[in-house]
């Protein structure tokens, strides 16, 4: 028993709620409570009024003596000195026995029996309790008396004890008009079916008792769905076993349940679903109850999160009481835009947001939702009444294309809203290959950079036609000409090489020259271009000119093993050119003279033979040769 299940005054008329809850005050040290019981009893703490009450003219009714002995054992053990427990146990056995009450007697049991130690008056409490014919006022007496005697049987078996409990339960007459306030009832007797060992449907008179408080347990410790037995049992409506359910297992969950983490989410969301599409306005304390749960939660653990996504599937119509619904949303306020759907327009159409969620929410449907004409139409004329700023994105700037708010003419309009770049990537991705081209005609070449962006030309013309291929073509060098001045130079060189773009322009060989030509002189065109371009152009004199130029430069810097393939390339050329010939001899002679051994004397004197016998050099030529290889051969036998 838990001190919120009782204090409840209309619910437990034979309870002084007000006494008892300063009794609990005052075991909290509340100031409020200490203060009263300072002022009107000059009683300081709980273990004080345990031994003194009698003394201070505290009780006058068995609603104060009920009051009294419930709100100490509800306190702390630990507020007790020496032996004023026992003090108190006493001077209340003593009360009962001129002013007989049998709740106040089962309440003193449930107390004393705690510590499991012989007390002969609460003994004699017990027989006579059980002699007793009771009779109830208002049922929640008998439900509180069933409680207090479960507990005390739990505590000290006794046969006659349990014969008088469940002689209490064939009499209990259950009627759960409001489960919402009443459920502190089911509560109470949440316990008894275990307490009292499991008694079966032989034990008592009434037929149904036993599976009456089965029903009871599970509400408290599993997870109920909507079950027509347990409302035939309980004699409640449709949907009263998810408020109970709910009231009973997951706001008192006890410590021994057989309910699992989704199950308590499940039935959470089964109460607060019943209650939310319910055709009643949720009642003030539910409201009060939504806040309370709210409390200290982060976004992602909201408690009617799932309404909101349950929103998405069964609409406005699911809501019958625009009351809940308002209060739903402004409830869920901070996690409106995480759940933001389509389902959301039926909510503007109800003109249920605040104007910042409103306004944002438009926002977000146009942005990222993908909308049909109709919510489109609807949702922009909204943007357009409240003057909202919608950023541009893809997805937004498709529907205004696809549903006629904005077309490829409002050319001006486009970029003011800074939407042609998107414009550009829809009109491509969707291969709208004439709708590209025209657009890109119409705007400035900055809009054009796209083409030289991750061979986004070469992949845009893959799939083009012909036709459009040659309106292409010019923009992409326009445009590489203008942002990419340092490679324009050998694209458009690569270019010219394609048959692709001198068929697609018709561009004859003379064209293709003179375009060359004048690539020629840039200072961006690599030298290897270059000298294609040059020696392209150069007649065979000119490249035989340039090629004994080279050689010469090649020679006069070669090793050995070089210059004997250079000659042996070249026997005509030498024989001819006399540039080449003295280049050729003089570089043997400053090779004769780097000979260091036998082995190198041996391969030169190969290459002055085929000299002489190719004719190559004049006689007196050889005869130099020869002279500085007699002198080089003396130092190397010499040695």
């Known amino acids: 028993m838990e001190p919120k299940w009782i204090c409840n005054q209309e619910l437990f008329p034979c309870i002084n709620v007000s006494l008892m809850e300063d009794i609990l005050g005052l075991a909290s040290d509340s100031k409020k409570a200490t203060l009263k ?111 207090l005697l479960s ?57 149904g008792m036993g599976r009456l408080l089965q029903v009871i347990t599970a509400l408290r410790t599993k997870e109920v769905l909507q079950n027509q037995q347990y409302n035939t049992t309980l004699k409640v409506k449709d949907g009263d076993i998810s408020v109970l359910n709910f009231y009973m297992a997951f706001q008192n ?65 699911g809501f019958p009481n625009r009351n809940n619904l308002k209060l739903l949303i402004s409830k869920c306020d901070t996690i409106l835009l995480k759940h933001c759907s ?40 909204l943007s357009d009444k409240f003057k909202i700023g919608i950023t541009p994105n893809l997805n937004y700037t498709a529907m205004c294309l696809e549903y006629g708010y904005l077309t490829l003419n409002d050319v001006e ?49 893959t799939n083009m036609k012909d036709e459009y291929k040659v309106r292409l073509y010019p923009l992409y060098i326009n445009v590489l000409f203008a942002y990419k001045t340092s490679k324009f130079p050998i694209i458009l060189y690569e270019i010219l090489q394609t048959s692709e773009f001198i068929d697609l322009f018709q561009l004859s060989t003379n064209k293709v020259d003179q375009i060359e030509q004048q690539l020629f002189t840039s200072k961006f065109l690599p030298n290897e271009i270059q000298q294609k371009i040059r020696t392209k152009y150069m007649t065979p004199e000119e490249l035989e000119k340039e090629y004994i130029i080279e050689l010469c430069e090649k020679v006069n810097s070669s090793t050995w093993y070089k210059y004997k393939s250079y000659a042996e390339k070249n026997w005509d050329r030498i024989a001819k050119n006399s540039d080449l010939r003295e280049v050729f001899f003089t570089r043997f002679i400053a090779h004769a003279y780097e000979i260091a051994d036998e082995y190198d004397l041996g391969r030169i004197l190969i290459v002055l033979y085929q000299f002489r016998s190719k004719k190559v050099f004049a006689p007196e030529q050889i005869v130099c040769l020869e002279n500085s290889l007699t002198e080089k051969t003396i130092k190397i036998f010499s040695k």
């Not at 209340?92 to 049991?109: E, F, P, R, V």
């Not at 008894?192 to 037929?207: A, D, G, I």
């Not at 409201?287 to 309370?292: A, G, K, N, Q, S």
């Not at 327009?345 to 977000?364: A, G, P, S």
């Open 37 to 147: 019981f300072s002022k009107t009893y000059n009683l300081q703490y709980i273990g004080e009024l345990a031994e003194r009450w009698n003394e201070r003219n505290i009780v006058n009714s068995n609603q104060d003596i009920i009051a009294l002995i419930l709100g100490i054992s509800l306190c702390s053990s630990g507020t007790f000195l020496y032996d004023q427990k026992n003090l108190f146990i006493n001077s209340i056995c003593d009360y009962l026995k001129t002013n007989w009450n049998g709740i106040a007697a089962s309440a003193i049991l449930s107390f004393g029996y705690k510590d499991l130690k012989p007390n002969p008056e609460l003994e004699q409490i017990r027989e006579r309790l059980v002699q007793c014919v009771d009779s109830y006022e208002h049922e929640s007496e008998r439900i509180l008396q069933i409680s």
């Open 151 to 207: 507990h005390v049987y739990e505590l000290k078996p006794n046969d006659e004890l349990r014969k008088y409990v469940l002689t209490q339960i064939d009499g209990l007459c259950l009627n759960i008009k409001n489960p919402f306030l009443e459920y502190p009832l089911l509560l109470l007797l949440s316990d008894v079916y275990r307490q009292l060992e499991r008694p079966t449907s032989k034990e008592f008179k009434t037929k």
């Open 253 to 317: 969950t006890p410590d021994v349940h057989s309910i699992t983490g989704p199950g308590f989410d499940r039935i959470k969301e089964n109460f607060f679903f019943a209650q939310f599409t319910s055709e009643n306005d949720l009642p003030m304390h539910l409201i009060d109850l939504i806040d309370e749960v709210s409390y200290g939660k982060s976004e992602k653990e909201h408690h009617l999160d799932f309404l909101l996504r349950k929103l998405k599937s069964i609409g406005l119509s």
């Open 413 to 461: 309009m486009l970029m003011e809203k800074d939407m042609i770049k998107l414009v550009i990537s829809i009109l491509k991705n969707k291969d709208r290959h004439e709708d590209l081209l025209n657009l890109l005609e119409k705007v400035p070449n900055e809009y054009h950079k796209f083409l030289l962006e991750d061979s986004q030309f070469n992949l845009l013309k």
């Open 342 to 381: 389509k389902s959301y327009i039926e909510l503007l159409r109800e003109e249920l947001f605040i104007e910042e969620r409103r306004n944002r929410i438009i926002q977000v449907l146009l942005e990222i939702h993908a909308l049909n004409e109709e919510q489109f139409n609807y949702l922009q004329q």
